[in-house]
């Protein structure tokens, strides 16, 4: 499982952070944010050492909402670490 | 409640028997020494009595005479306790103590049913009262306590199937406006009300002024029953058509014009009672005279002053008169004007000092005054107006362009416009709004600060836009290889991890916002600008995120323009679907030349960024440039 603060080297040969980690459905689904500009952002499922985007829209959805929760949630705390 | 009578049963009330009779769902008290076509006297009590009657007892033949009944022993009776024990909110209140009594020793007592029984019995409610019993029913519904028991009983359903012979007593102890709002709370159509008032000889005008108060008001129920019966059908808008038509020409051979006489009565109505304040109680009077009268401003002014101006007790001085008739002129001359010339009226005034304010303040003006239909029409056009400046701008023109973002912004403020569901509908992803939102931010952060702004060096407001995802940033791949992982160490790693949490919280704040629940995407950016905003200030360590994210709301725009391109990349997820909308694109195209229009502006806009590099953007910018965003 990929944890929420890992950074991460693709094979397209750029860094992300794991902003945020979830399981859904027994998966384990990230959301990736690129370090350079930190616009580049991929929802993916982590599977052996591999990362896949997620196509289905309607998932995609569901992983926004829960994506947007979790980060809610841990707002207060980023901000107090940086403090 | 639901008792069950059958015909010919006969009940018992305070004592009294009175006989069923379900074909008519009335009650008819027996007196047996009088004729009647059952061989009894039947005197007729209202529904209202009949339900709190709580246990029908079959007859029994008395077993003694009857005393012999007077000829009308009900309305006797009915004196004598007008008389001695009259219905009011007090000794109601007093039914209530003895409820919150009764209810704590039986939870499962109903107050209605209580109440009905109770306040009937003792006070023997005559439809007299119903307008009392009207004001407790209110009293309970506004006492929290009441709130969670099961109040079965609503007092406006007693009036009802007794309203059509007491409106006229209602209308005459509570006005006009109050049976309208008792009808309103009802099922009662207004189209049959309006009908039955001028039917009675209501004054037309009195009819149109409450009606059109009742569109003013805050209360959704109202206002969308008056709206509904004003557009919903031939014959209501006939009802109002006459409404409006009936205006009262001033006829000065009377000595006394018709509108003179209307001014003076209306003003001793108020001033014997005075239920507003001078200056509520002189627009109301206006709307009256502008709706009731042909008469032109500086005439109206001129009655007015003749007859009521200085005179005691509300005491109108003539400034004020001026000031309201010159206002309501105003708004009379935007009811008529032309679409097309409210719209420049518009335009014109965003060009004054507060562009914000005064196009609000404009688009309020224009939806309060006029219908509903004009209102539709010039959103329509103003969509389309806006439509068509963004798109044929092939030169950048920042003046226009904050007069068509303040627009939006603007129009976005009134709850129920459907100017930005107009151009959601029309123009999907909102991207040139968002052009043009991105280049006023950049724009007003120069004229803030014209010559230190990247060095002293103006430029261009296209040339700070962020340009848009490479198409290869979303590439065709959809599997990575994981190369190297790790938890940074570093103060520099951890770093990178805190400014991807906070950009990423904005990125899936405004994607949730926008993709999962539809909002608009102009209202998401500033909101997440000033939400960041607000959490960036004071803290110095996430300033210098700021400083990295650059000038927000570019940073946030650019999302939104990222946001555009996970669409295109979304439509990758199925082949079929790609196919599918390719084939309607063309489609589209072939029966749309505004499809064109449209791709033509991608072009134009893609064509106008490709030539900014991103570190400008973001490297050039310095502390001083967020705080001018945290200002914002």
Known sequence: MLEKGELINLSNNKEYAVVSSIIYQGANYVYLLDTDTYKDFKFCKYEEEKVKLVKDEELVKVLIAKFNTDLKENLASIVKDSE | ?632
């Open chain 2, 1 to 632: 409640m639901n008792q069950i009578w059958n015909e010919s049963d006969i009940v018992i009330v305070n004592g009294e028997e009175y006989l069923n009779d379900s074909a008519s769902e009335r009650l008819y008290q027996v007196y047996q020494d009088k004729l009647n076509p059952r061989g009894r006297q039947l005197y007729k009590l209202s529904w209202a009595e009949k339900v709190c009657v709580a246990v029908p007892r079959v007859y029994e033949p008395a077993k003694k005479e009857p005393e012999p009944q007077p000829l009308e022993p009900k309305a006797q009776k009915q004196e004598v306790r007008e008389n001695n024990e009259v219905f009011n909110l007090e000794n109601a209140k007093k039914v209530l103590e003895d409820f919150d009594k009764a209810y704590s020793a039986n939870p499962r007592l109903d107050l209605g049913h209580y109440l009905l029984t109770h306040i009937f019995k003792i006070l023997d409610v005559r439809p007299i009262y119903t307008i009392d019993i009207i004001e407790f029913g209110e009293y309970i519904c506004s006492q929290p306590k009441y709130k969670d028991k099961d109040i079965s009983w609503s007092p406006v359903s007693l009036i009802l199937p007794q309203f059509e012979s007491q409106v006229e007593k209602i209308i005459e102890k509570k006005g006009l406006e109050v049976t309208f709002r008792l009808l309103l709370k009802s099922p009662a159509n207004v189209y049959d009300m309006v009908n039955y008032l001028l039917e009675k000889g209501m004054s037309a005008a009195e009819i149109a002024n409450v009606l059109s108060k009742f569109l003013s008001e805050k209360d959704e129920e109202f206002q969308s029953k008056v709206e509904d019966f004003l557009k919903d059908d031939i014959e209501t808008k006939e009802i109002y058509d006459k409404l409006k038509n009936n205006k009262k020409k001033p006829n000065p051979s009377n000595g006394m014009s018709a509108v003179e006489k209307f001014i003076i009565d209306a003003y001793n109505q108020e001033a014997a009672n005075p239920q507003m304040s001078a200056e509520q109680w002189l627009f109301s009077l206006l709307d009256l005279i502008y709706v009731s009268f042909n008469l032109k401003a500086e005439e109206v002014k001129d009655l007015i002053v003749k007859n009521v101006v200085g005179k005691e007790p509300l005491n109108i001085d003539i400034l004020t008169l001026s000031r309201f008739v010159i206002e309501k002129d105003r708004q009379i001359k935007y009811c008529e004007q032309d679409v097309d010339v409210l719209i420049d009226d518009l335009i014109e005034r965003i060009n004054e000092k507060s562009p914000l304010d005064v196009s609000v303040e404009g688009l309020e003006l224009v939806h309060y005054n006029v219908t509903l239909e004009k209102w539709e029409e010039f959103n329509s056009k103003l969509a389309a107006r806006i439509y068509t400046d963004l798109n044929s701008s092939s030169v950048v023109d920042p003046v226009k362009y904050k007069k068509l973002y303040y627009l939006i912004i603007a129009s976005s403020k009134i709850s129920d416009t459907t100017l930005i569901g107009k151009l959601e509908e029309k123009f999907g992803l909102f991207k040139n709004e968002l052009v043009a939102m991105a280049k006023e931010a950049l724009e007003r952060t120069r004229q803030e600060d014209p010559f230190e702004y990247r060095g002293g060096e103006e430029k261009q407001p296209l040339e700070a836009l962020p340009k848009e995802f490479e198409d290869d940033e979303y590439s065709d791949d959809d599997e990575f290889e994981i190369v190297h992982r790790r938890k940074p160490m570093t103060k520099e790693g951890k770093k990178k991890i805190l400014y991807a949490s906070i950009a990423g919280v904005g990125i899936i704040s405004t994607l949730f916002l926008t993709f999962v629940q539809g909002y608009n995407p102009v209202t998401v950016v500033a909101e997440c600008v000033k939400t960041f905003g607000a959490l960036l200030k004071n803290n110095a360590t996430l300033a210098q995120l700021g400083v990295k994210l650059g000038q927000l709301s570019v940073y946030f725009a650019s999302v939104i323009v990222s946001f555009k391109s996970f669409f295109k990349f979304a439509d990758t997820f199925d082949e079929s679907k790609v196919n599918n909308k390719i084939d309607k694109k063309e489609k589209r195209r072939k029966a749309e030349p505004i499809e064109e229009d449209d791709e033509e502006v991608d072009e134009a806009t893609d064509d106008d960024y490709s030539f900014i590099d991103e570190d400008d953007i973001f490297d050039d910018l310095d502390e001083e440039d967020i705080k001018r965003v945290v200002k914002r």
